[in-house]
């Protein structure tokens, strides 16, 4: 089986003998294929990824150190399996499948077999996914590099008179240029008093004025992987008051990129910005969580959050992403998104912060 199917079945209780893993993300974590269904069923000594016609002639090229078998009866495939393997208690994905899926199942091997339908499959793989291997990691960091290609070219684009919506496009055809798979999230592109809303739709019918904030909100996409950042620049001069704004958010970020490492907990970063904004008096305006995971999802553990006890460990990739909204009068984000290493972090984010005035 791959080393991340090993790993994953380790963290299992001793008393489980087999996983069944369906879905795409997970699978395509497990296997590094990418299909649209599939079913990993693994076991302590070996593992089976059992896949339609559609996908059977890639995934016997592609998937390493698992049988590939081409789906003809699922249910009774594997029922096959856990008898050949003498399986008594199968574990499932609690977070992923569905109350009918699991109904289904049991109907059909619950003869056979016991489920195992607690959260224990589930927090194995995302303990195995919340430590980012170097090739993990290089992934994202292809798909940052290509996001920041789109931040330079829409600087030249921005002028008073274009659309949010014409923003937004123009990020993502850039990227899309340049080698992403596609978003990592709907794009979040706004101006004016619009960007006091952390997660506004971008709208054809509001426009860039001078004097304007622009906030940019979006990610790339490369071989599964995101990227995530913000950025917020001023279309001509801004106010002496969104200046001084903006310098709360980049030292608050910075505080708590200066404290990110192995051992403190989500907590614990996130307080190391909330504090910088509250000194200032702005407290009530950040009411976010300062980041999350990300990886193959845009949303992944582990948290940054007042509410967040996780303990961060060495290979974690969390955004940092403090932000102050003033409702009908602007708002200001800047997220980067860095690799939690055992002294300090590694910041993948390589666009400047600096205010921008264009």
């Known amino acids: 089986m791959t080393s991340r199917m090993l790993a994953m079945i380790k963290k299992l209780p001793k008393s489980v003998d087999a996983a069944m893993i369906q879905s795409d993300i997970n699978r395509f974590y497990l296997t590094g294929m990418h299909s649209s269904s599939g079913t990993v069923l693994c076991f302590r000594e070996a593992a089976y990824l059992i896949i339609d016609f559609r996908y059977i002639e890639k995934a016997k090229v592609c998937v390493k150190d698992c049988v590939v078998i081409e789906q003809h009866n699922l249910m009774e495939q594997v029922r096959e399996l856990l008898e050949k393997h003498n399986a008594r208690l199968l574990a499932v994905e609690s977070r992923q499948m569905t109350l009918s899926q699991f109904t289904q199942w049991k109907k059909a091997l619950g003869n056979l077999v016991e489920f195992d339908s607690s959260d224990a499959l589930s927090d194995a793989i995302t303990a195995c996914r919340n430590i980012k ?95 995530d950042m913000t950025r917020t620049v001023c279309v001509g001069q801004p106010t002496s008051r969104m200046r001084s704004v903006y310098e709360v958010v980049l030292a608050a970020q910075q505080a708590s990129l200066d404290g990110a490492k192995a051992g403190i907990t989500g907590k614990d970063l996130d307080k190391y ?86």
């Open 133 to 227: 291997s170097e090739a993990e990691i290089e992934k994202i960091q292809k798909a940052q590099r290509i996001a920041e290609i789109a931040f330079e070219d829409i600087l030249q684009f921005l002028r008073p008179g274009i659309s949010e919506r014409q923003i937004m496009l123009r990020l993502n055809q850039t990227m899309l240029e340049n080698g992403s798979e596609g978003e990592s999230f709907p794009t979040i592109a706004l101006t004016g008093s619009a960007t006091s809303m952390p997660h506004g739709v971008p709208s054809e019918n509001r426009f860039v004025k001078e004097g304007d904030f622009v906030l940019m909100d979006y990610g790339a996409m490369y071989d599964g992987y995101h990227s």
């Open 273 to 358: 910005a909330r504090e910088v904004i509250e000194t200032a008096g702005f407290g009530k305006c950040f009411g976010h969580a300062l980041g999350h995971g990300v990886g193959l999802e845009i949303h992944e553990f582990p948290n940054a959050s007042p509410g967040s006890r996780t303990v961060l460990e060495q290979g974690n990739v969390v955004t940092v992403e403090p932000g102050i909204y003033f409702p009908g009068e602007f708002g200001i984000r800047i997220e980067d998104f860095v690799v939690i290493r055992e002294n300090g972090c590694e910041n993948l984010t390589k666009a400047t912060k600096s205010l921008i005035v264009l």
